[in-house]
């Protein structure tokens, strides 16, 4: 089973879900479709911390505003 390749990030020691980790199974296939789990939804697969990314230095991408901010704001 594919799972999420999840960041800890110590300066606000938060797990984000970076990228998808594909199992063999997942690279067989001709279009390395990742497997879903029984809910069907790919946010769903399990999570896991890789030891090297555990504590790494700085803060998460929504921290540092790089996710699309949900309103216009003026400065
Ligand atoms: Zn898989
Ligand atoms: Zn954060």
């Known amino acids: 089973m594919c799972e999420w390749r999840v ?3 110590a300066d606000c020691n938060h797990n984000f879900a970076q990228s998808i980790n594909r199992c063999d199974a997942a690279r067989a296939r001709p279009n390395q479709q990742t497997c879903l789990p029984a809910s069907g939804r ?15 230095p700085g803060k998460c991408p929504p921290c540092l505003g790089i996710s699309p901010p949900s309103s216009e704001h003026s400065q």
């Open 7 to 9: 960041i800890h990030y």
């Open 42 to 56: 790919e946010r769903d697969l399990p999570r896991s911390v890789d030891i090297q990314d555990q504590n790494t």
